[in-house]
C-alpha cells in the first residue's frame, strides 16, 4: 500500500486548525480567562470618583501602588493576601485577611459555597482557617467578605470590593484567586494589585510582621 503523505500533512494541518478553534469557544479555557484581566491606571483625584470606579467593575482588574494606596487609605476595599500561612503569618499588608489560593476550593467545598450560591439565599458564616478568621456573606445577591461582622452587617462597602495581592510581579497567586472568586461565586468586585508585598514593603506602608 502506498503511503500519501500529502492527504497525511492536510489531515494533520487541519486537526491543528479544529483543535485551535476549539478553544475559541471554551469559557474556562486558561488562556481566555486571563484576556479577561482589565489595567486600569485612573487619574482620580476625588473620593466620589473612586466610588464610581468600584461599583462600575465586571471583571478583574489590575491596580498600580498609587490607586490601591488611595482604596487603602480610604478603607474602600477588604486587602486578601492569596499567598500562603507561612508567607501571610511572616509578614503581610496591615489589615488584610488570608485566603490562601491553594486552600481556596478546599475553604468552598467544605463550607458548601457554591451550593448556597446556587440557592440565592442569604446567608453568612464565619470561617477560620490557621492564620486568619473571617466571615463571607450572601445578601440580596451581593458577596461580603470582611474580618467584621459588624462591617457585613451594616453592608459596608469595602467588605464588598476586594483588592488582592502576592508577592509581587511574576507571582500568579493573586491573579488565580481573583478568578477563582469571579468564575467560580460570581464575585466582581475584584481587583488585582501585582506589586504585591514587595512594592508596598518598599513605599514604606503599612505592615505588619510576625
Known amino acids: 500500500m502506498k503511503i500519501n503523505y500529502k492527504d497525511i500533512i492536510q489531515i494533520i494541518t487541519i486537526s491543528i486548525l ?3 478553534l476549539r478553544y475559541f469557544f ?9 484576556s479577561k484581566l482589565q489595567e486600569v491606571d485612573l487619574n482620580v483625584s476625588e473620593l466620589d470618583s473612586l466610588y464610581s470606579f468600584l461599583d462600575n467593575l465586571e471583571s478583574p482588574t489590575v491596580l498600580n501602588l498609587e490607586l490601591s494606596k488611595m482604596l487603602y487609605d480610604n478603607n474602600l476595599v477588604t486587602f486578601i493576601d492569596a499567598r500562603d500561612i507561612e508567607s501571610y503569618n511572616s509578614s503581610h499588608i496591615l489589615s488584610s485577611i488570608n485566603i490562601p489560593y491553594e486552600l ?8 458548601d459555597l457554591k451550593y448556597l450560591n446556587e440557592l440565592k439565599e442569604d446567608f453568612t458564616i ?13 445578601i440580596d445577591g451581593q458577596f461580603y467578605i470582611s474580618d467584621s461582622i459588624d462591617k457585613i452587617k451594616n453592608k459596608s462597602f ?3 470590593n476586594f483588592l488582592i495581592y502576592c ?8 491573579e488565580d484567586l481573583g478568578f477563582y472568586l469571579y468564575n467560580e461565586l460570581g464575585i466582581k468586585g475584584i481587583l488585582i494589585y501585582e506589586g504585591g508585598i514587595p ?4 513605599s514604606g506602608y503599612p505592615i505588619k510582621n510576625d
Open 104 to 111: 481556596v476550593d478546599q475553604i468552598a467545598t467544605d463550607y
Open 199 to 202: 512594592e508596598w514593603l518598599e
Open 167 to 174: 508577592d509581587g510581579h511574576g507571582c500568579s497567586l493573586s
Open 18 to 20: 479544529l483543535s485551535s
Open 158 to 160: 469595602s467588605s464588598k
Open 126 to 138: 464565619e470561617i477560620d482557617i490557621e492564620s486568619s478568621s473571617f466571615y463571607i456573606s450572601l
Open 26 to 34: 471554551l469559557e474556562d479555557y486558561p488562556i481566555l480567562k486571563k
